[in-house]
């Protein structure tokens, strides 16, 4: 399956916590990025005639899409029908809102355009933690948000939340994510928070301005899985829970090792067996585009059989789908029975029918298990 997926990288204001590429932006250069994607969409079509027509899932992220005025999200939609996209034939569209510019107007765009999913920044459901992780909405905000996409008929809806925030108490969590699953979204994205020195929370907690409780990570986690299962959702993804068919089809193409197209600052791609990472700045890649996007200006990975072996290993990992060591052995490797047992008797992964797939505890120590099978693959 062939994915498309294309980083906007405007946020009205960066969250403490930030570490995409992403920046507030004045009107002309939201206008400038318009033009650079047509043209860095264009030059690829041009080299690859008919790619753009083979395309099944398109996701727009960032950053935060719903920065573009109504006006600019059709001209941005009508650049990839220009090069081929056929919006009728997408199995899935998702389309990313943050719930400060998640509107009446925004909307109907994205649905004339061909927009079947939505992604909602919700993070939290309390406005102390909201504040203290520096996001821009408020809580009535984002539930007003939720509100309006929950009302369009067709449109798929799945909503971020996030755990572990400075001064989070698990009861906090709890409500939000019961509250969440029975709001009437179909998908949710929960996710740990990382706390990257180099940005403010990060600089706040290295002078003890701010605490973030680790001990509280795994107990957030699983009680969180608990209770979305209890509520009728299914995790097929480490971070990612669904009700049944609602799954992200355009992230399990990622997690497949499915092919993708990318555009903008910072996007990377999966194609012809290599994976290309774009300028992650926006001046280098506006040089970049400006140039006539030349192959070396992207960060290219030509994949060996290890790579791709290990890949395979960590991305099947991530899911509920597991490892199948058939699949293992058809890319040359095989993981030694001797440690696929140790993580079973240690009741961190099940193997049945030839497939490996973590369990409980596992999850939390997904890096470990993924580390210590690929070091000894052979
Ligand atoms: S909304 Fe997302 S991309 Fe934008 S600043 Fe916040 S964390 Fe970064």
Redesign the pocket.
Known sequence: MLGLYIHVPF?A???D??D?H?FPAPEWLKLEYLDLVSREVSVFAERHPGVFSRVETLYVG???PSMLTPDQMARFFGIFSAAGLDFGRLKEATFEF?PESCDGERLAVARECGITRASL?LQSLHQHLLDRVG??HDVQTGKRALDLLLSRKNLRVNADLMFDLPGQTLNELLEDVEWLAGSGVGHISLYGLKVDPTRRLGIRVSKGLETIDEDLYAEMYLKSVETLEKCGFSRYETSNFARGGEESLHNLNYWNRGEYLAFGPSAHGFYEGVRFYAPERYAKWREYVKNGCPREGLTLDSLTPEDVAAEYVQLSLRTKYGMRLQTLENLGFRAPDAVLEKWVSEGFAELSEGVFRLVGKGWIFMDTVVLDIYSKME
Do not use: D, P, S, V
């Open positions: 946020c204001k960066i969250c916590y930030c995409f992403a960032g950053g935060t943050n920044g996001r821009h």
